[in-house]
C-alpha cells in the first residue's frame, strides 16, 4: 500500500489542494486516490463536527464522559482519530497531524498510524520536515497550487537561526513602570472538573520582563491557567491569583485585565476577515478594536511606521491581511499584540499549522521582544521550539491529583 508526504510551506495553497482532492481532482501523480473512499483528518473537520453536535445536540465523538468541545485540544484531535479509523476509509488525509499533540502522544499516534498503514493509505500534509512519518517513502511538495514529485533528500532546507532586523523596537507610548511586581502571582491553585483533578496546587509569579514558556503534556492544563489570567474561567473564583496586585474577583472587570495583557492565539486569525489593511491591523492594536474606526493619532502613525520597519513590511503595509500568507499574518498578529507594550504578553501556539522557516522568524521576533521591552512574555507551547530563548519554563507535569508545575531556569 503506497502513502505520501506532501510538503507544504506558508504559501501552499493547502486548503484548494485539500479540497480538490476529496472531489477527485488529483494530480496524475496521485490517481491511485480517484474513486476511493477518502477521510480528512484536520482541524476544519474538528470545527465541522462540535458545531453539528451543538446543532443537533447529539454526539458524533463526544465521549459518554465528556463532550468534544471540552476536551483540551490535544484530547480532540485523539478522539478524532479513532473516530475516523472507525469509519474504515480507503485512506486519511492527515493535515498537519502532530500539530497540538505532545511528544508522548505523537509516538502513540504514529504507532496506530503504522498498524492501520497496511489497510488503509495515509496522505501526509506536513509543514514540518521532522513530522514525517518514517514509514512513508512517497514524497511531493505543494509549491503554491503546483504538486510535484520529489526525492525526500530534496527537502533539506535547513532552518538557520534568524536575526530579527535591525531596527529597534519602538519605545511605549504609555510607561508600565507604575506597575509593581509580580505581575501575576498564583497561590495554591487548584482547578477540578467533577472529580476529574486538572490542576493540584500551583505556585507561580510571573515579574516584569520575564520571560517564560509555559509546557506540558496535551490535558496537563495549559489553557485552564491562561484562562484563569485572561479573564474568563469561573474555576478562578474565590481561589487566590493575584493579577496586577489585585485579588482576583476583588471588583475589576474582565475589561480592567484584558487591557493589561497583549494575547494572540492562531483561532483569533479568523476574526479578521474584513478588508484590513496590515498598516490598520497594527494600529488597532493600539486601540484594542477589531477594526479602525476611530482615527489614529500622528504618534500612533508613527509608531506604526516604526513596528513596520521593524517587521520589514513597509512594501505591504496597504495589503489586506486576509490575503497574505499564514507566516505573514502570524508576524502581524505577534506585533499587533505587542505595539501598546502591554505588561504581558501572552502567545497561545503560536506556531501551530507554520512551516519551520515562518516559526524561526516568529521566534526571532519573540526573542527580540524578550530582549528589548520590558513587557513580559508567556509563550505557550508543548513544543520544544528550536531558538526561542525564554528564560524558565513552567512545565506542568501530569498526575492523578491534578497537575503539578515544575520550573526549570535557563
Ligand atoms: N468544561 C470542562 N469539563 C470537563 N473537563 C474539562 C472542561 N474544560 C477542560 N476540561 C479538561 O481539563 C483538562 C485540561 O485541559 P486544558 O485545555 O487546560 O489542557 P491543555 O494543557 O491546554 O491541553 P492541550 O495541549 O491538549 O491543548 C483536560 O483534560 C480537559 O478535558
Do not use: C
Not at 472507525?86 to 508522548?104: A, G, H, M, S, W
Not at 514540518?128 to 526525492?151: C, E, N
Amino acid at each position: 500500500m503506497n502513502h505520501w508526504v506532501i510538503y507544504i510551506d506558508n504559501n501552499s495553497a493547502k486548503k484548494n489542494f485539500i479540497e480538490d482532492f476529496q472531489k477527485g481532482k488529483i494530480p496524475n501523480e496521485l490517481i491511485e486516490y480517484q474513486h476511493k473512499k477518502g477521510l480528512l483528518y484536520s482541524i476544519f473537520t474538528l470545527v465541522k463536527l462540535i458545531d453539528e453536535e451543538d446543532k443537533h445536540d447529539h454526539k458524533i465523538i463526544s465521549s459518554e464522559q465528556q463532550a468534544l468541545e471540552t476536551m483540551s485540544s490535544g484530547e480532540q484531535k485523539k478522539a478524532l482519530l479513532h473516530y475516523l479509523l472507525n469509519e474504515k476509509p480507503d485512506f486519511i488525509i492527515l493535515d498537519n497531524p502532530f500539530d497540538n499533540l505532545d511528544v508522548t502522544f505523537q509516538e502513540e499516534f504514529k504507532s496506530i498510524l503504522q498498524k492501520h498503514s497496511s489497510h488503509i493509505s495515509f496522505v501526509q500534509i506536513a509543514s514540518r520536515k521532522a513530522d514525517a512519518l518514517s514509514f512513508i517513502k512517497h514524497f511531493g511538495r505543494l509549491t503554491y497550487d503546483t504538486f510535484t514529485v520529489i526525492q525526500d533528500s530534496a527537502f533539506e532546507k535547513k532552518t538557520k537561526k534568524h536575526a530579527y532586523s535591525s531596527v529597534s523596537i519602538p519605545q511605549p507610548l504609555e510607561n508600565i513602570a507604575s506597575l509593581n511586581n509580580p505581575l501575576i502571582h498564583f497561590k495554591n491553585v487548584s482547578v477540578s472538573y467533577g472529580d476529574k483533578k486538572i490542576l493540584n496546587n500551583i505556585n507561580w509569579t510571573i515579574n516584569k520582563g520575564d520571560f517564560w514558556q509555559l509546557a506540558g503534556a496535551n490535558g496537563s492544563g495549559k489553557s485552564t491557567i491562561l484562562s484563569m489570567i485572561t479573564g474568563d474561567n469561573p474555576k478562578a473564583f474565590g481561589q487566590e491569583i493575584y493579577l496586577f496586585g489585585n485579588l482576583k474577583g476583588s471588583g475589576e472587570t474582565v475589561w480592567d485585565i484584558k487591557k493589561k495583557i497583549g494575547y494572540y492565539s492562531p483561532a483569533m486569525t479568523n476574526k479578521f476577515k474584513g478588508r484590513h489593511t496590515v498598516e490598520h491591523m497594527l494600529i488597532s492594536g493600539l486601540t484594542d478594536s477589531v477594526g479602525l474606526y476611530t482615527i489614529p493619532t500622528d504618534i500612533q502613525k508613527r509608531v506604526i511606521k516604526q513596528w513596520l520597519s521593524v517587521l520589514n513590511f513597509h512594501n505591504i503595509k496597504d495589503s489586506y491581511f486576509n490575503k497574505l500568507s499564514t507566516g505573514k499574518q502570524r508576524l502581524v498578529m505577534t506585533a499587533r499584540a505587542m505595539v501598546k507594550h502591554p505588561p504581558i504578553l501572552i502567545l497561545d501556539e503560536p506556531t501551530t499549522g507554520m512551516d519551520d522557516e515562518s516559526s524561526a522568524l516568529l521566534v526571532s521576533l519573540v526573542n527580540k521582544i524578550a530582549q528589548e521591552t520590558n513587557t513580559a512574555i508567556l509563550f505557550v507551547s508543548h513544543r520544544k521550539e528550536p531558538y526561542l530563548e525564554p528564560k524558565s519554563i513552567y512545565t506542568l507535569e501530569k498526575s492523578p491529583s491534578g497537575s503539578i508545575g515544575d520550573i526549570t531556569t535557563a
